[in-house]
């Protein structure tokens, strides 16, 4: 379980591409280093990962055909900065929502909008997952908890608002147009939005 609320951003020290398998290390500070096992579970970019193996600093992880093919860990390479969150332990503060670490795909992001102080990304989004998502509502893009700002189904684009303090604990401020994040909707709804569908094709299996 993770709460949105990213770490840190770190560069990716090492990729190993083999076929359907990257195994990559990334250096941990000090903090994120504390009581850290093999075995344990750390987001990279919203994606939970299984820590393989640990040389001092150096953490590994795997990442196997699915999770390539359904996030944007397939481009990372030596120097890729990506967000980090270590797994939330047993009465942590929930800063920004519940996550699981499991991405349903990623989304492209179509404009930049900068102004003082503020910028807002707006992204091209699949309609298959996109349904699960409502203006205001929590979304987790690269593995951060936020706010949607705005939303346009007919287009099958959505928009988040971020200010300077995501923008450098993130790799938010790197992106620009043509880029992929990896996104996680809000399992409660999306629940909802399944059962809603559910219910409505029982009853009316003709409409």
Same mark, same amino acid.
């Not at 290390?25 to 994120?32: G, K, R, V, W």
């Not at 970019?45 to 944007?72: K, M, P, W, Y």
């Not at 893009?141 to 300077?164: C, E, K, Q, Y």
């Given at each position: 379980?993770?709460?949105? +609320?990213? %770490?840190?951003?770190?560069?990716?020290?090492?990729?190993?591409? %083999? =076929?359907?398998?990257?195994?990559? %290390?990334? =250096?941990?500070?000090?903090?994120?280093?504390?009581?850290?096992?093999?075995?344990?579970?750390?987001?990279?970019? !919203?994606?939970?990962?299984?820590? @393989?193996?640990?040389?001092?600093?150096?953490?590994?992880?795997?990442?196997?055909?699915? *999770?390539?093919?359904?996030? /944007?860990?397939?481009?990372?390479? &030596?120097?890729?900065?990506?967000?980090?969150?270590?797994?939330?332990? &047993? !009465?942590?503060?929930? !800063?920004?929502? +519940?996550?699981?670490?499991?991405?349903?795909?990623?989304?492209?992001?179509? =404009?930049?909008?900068?102004?003082?102080?503020?910028?807002?990304?707006?992204?091209?989004?699949?309609?298959?997952?996109?349904?699960?998502?409502?203006?205001?509502?929590?979304?987790?893009? /690269?593995?951060?908890?936020?706010?949607?700002? &705005?939303?346009?189904?007919?287009?099958?684009?959505?928009?988040?608002?971020?200010?300077?303090?995501?923008?450098?604990? @993130?790799?938010?401020?790197?992106?620009?147009?043509?880029?992929?994040?990896?996104?996680?909707?809000?399992?409660? *709804? %999306?629940?909802?939005? =399944?059962?809603?569908?559910?219910?409505?094709?029982?009853?009316?299996?003709?409409?």
């Amino acid at each position: 379980m993770y709460t949105g +609320i990213v %770490q840190d951003c770190l560069p990716i020290t090492a990729v190993d591409r %083999q =076929e359907g398998l990257y195994t990559f %290390q990334i =250096e941990l500070p000090p903090a994120l280093m504390e009581g850290l096992e093999t075995g344990a579970s750390v987001a990279v970019n !919203g994606v939970c990962f299984t820590v @393989t193996a640990i040389e001092g600093c150096r953490v590994a992880f795997d990442a196997i055909r699915e *999770t390539l093919a359904l996030s /944007n860990i397939r481009f990372i390479e &030596a120097g890729t900065l990506v967000n980090i969150e270590r797994s939330a332990k &047993a !009465g942590v503060e929930v !800063g920004g929502h +519940i996550l699981s670490g499991h991405v349903v795909g990623t989304a492209e992001v179509i =404009e930049v909008d900068i102004t003082p102080n503020n910028r807002r990304l707006t992204f091209s989004a699949d309609p298959a997952w996109l349904k699960f998502v409502f203006e205001k509502g929590f979304l987790a893009v /690269n593995g951060a908890s936020l706010t949607v700002a &705005a939303l346009d189904r007919d287009a099958s684009t959505f928009a988040i608002n971020l200010i300077p303090e995501t923008l450098e604990r @993130t790799n938010f401020r790197l992106l620009k147009a043509g880029d992929l994040v990896n996104i996680e909707v809000e399992s409660q *709804t %999306q629940v909802i939005v =399944e059962t809603v569908e559910r219910i409505m094709a029982e009853r009316f299996p003709e409409a």
